[in-house]
Nanobody
Framework: QVQLVESGGGLVQPGGSLRLSCAASGIIFSFYAMGWYRQAPGKQRELVALITRGYSTNYADSVKGRFTISRDNAKNMVYLQMNSLKPEDTAVYYC?????????WGQGTQVTVSS
């Protein structure tokens, strides 16, 4: 009964910012690494950012220096702060957690960067 719910997507101009949120339930949140993935039309889903239970982070080269992943264990929330957005960031963004041999995904939230 793991559930992940993303929010915060929308339409922004190049150079703008968005903060995505993911609310998790059905897990002991602090035990697990959490990730943000994205999938653009015609492209494979890719890992954008990962944060471990120990707060270590990893980022795709394409977003380093622009995106920041964070988590609030008290609220069972993970965030993705996206700054200096580019048109190539346009995609559906998904929250992810892996446990018991399965990957769990949220419904996704659309981010569109366009002038």
């Amino acid at each position: 009964q793991v559930q992940l719910v993303e929010s915060g997507g929308g339409l922004v101009q190049p150079g703008g910012s968005l903060r995505l949120s993911c609310a998790a339930s059905g897990i002991i949140f602090s035990f697990y690494a959490m990730g943000w993935y994205r999938q653009a039309p015609g492209k494979q889903r890719e890992l954008v950012a990962l944060i471990t239970r120990g707060y270590s982070t990893n980022y795709a080269d394409s977003v380093k220096g622009r995106f920041t992943i964070s988590r609030d264990n008290a609220k069972n929330m993970v965030y993705l702060q996206m700054n200096s957005l580019k048109p190539e960031d346009t995609a559906v963004y998904y929250c992810n957690v892996g446990l018991n041999g399965n990957a769990y995904w949220g419904q996704g939230t659309q981010v569109t960067v366009s002038s």
